[in-house]
């Protein structure tokens, strides 16, 4: 498939090529990414309420159900959303930096956690969800432009 309006070739999870302007592409990697990050976020949320219930730290149960959801993340991330984009990076260059987001994510995510808890005066369990929805678009901003990219 030849690219349009000048734009290059992507290759989804399948390993089609598809022009990386073409909206419907976008769309559909948007929707399996969205799919990734609710089985990541049952597993954070699941540790989460977990701990919160043993231990009672709720920035601390926040940072470690986020950080046991990132590896499971990157594999289906990896696997399902991104297919070989980045592939050209090798796969400990593509790890590092999907590490360096993921840092990004949990410390982002603990403080608006913490935020939430400690300044505002909302419920762990909001201010988790909170946190989890603009760590959401703020990785998928980060991973589709900077992360899984082609060769350029």
């Known amino acids: 498939m030849t690219p349009?309006?000048?734009?290059?070739d992507d290759e989804g999870p399948g390993g089609e090529a598809v022009?990386?302007?073409?909206?419907?592409?976008?769309?559909?990697?948007?929707?399996?990414?969205?799919?990734?990050n609710i089985a990541s976020v049952a597993?954070?949320?699941t540790i989460f309420l977990s701990l919160?219930?043993?231990?009672?730290?709720?920035?601390?149960?926040?940072?470690i159900g986020h950080?046991?959801?990132?590896?499971?993340n990157y594999v289906l991330s990896r696997k399902l959303v991104f297919g070989s984009a980045g592939a050209h990076k090798g796969?400990?260059?593509?790890?590092?930096?999907?590490?360096?987001?993921?840092?990004?994510?949990?410390?982002?995510?603990?403080s608006v956690t913490a935020a939430g808890i400690y300044l505002l005066d909302v419920m762990p369990i909001v201010a988790?969800?909170?946190a989890m929805l603009i760590t959401f678009v703020t990785?998928?901003?980060?991973?589709?432009r900077l992360v899984f990219t082609r060769p350029g």
């Open 19 to 36: 022009p990386s302007d073409d909206r419907a592409f976008r769309l559909r990697r948007l929707v399996r990414y969205t799919g990734v």
């Open 4 to 8: 349009r309006d000048g734009g290059s």
């Open 67 to 72: 950080a046991v959801a990132f590896s499971l």
């Open 91 to 110: 796969e400990q260059r593509l790890f590092a930096e999907f590490m360096a987001t993921g840092l990004l994510g949990l410390a982002l995510t603990a």
């Open 128 to 130: 988790k969800t909170i």
């Open 52 to 63: 919160m219930h043993l231990m009672g730290m709720p920035v601390l149960a926040s940072t």
């Open 43 to 45: 597993v954070d949320y």
């Open 139 to 144: 990785l998928y901003i980060i991973r589709s």
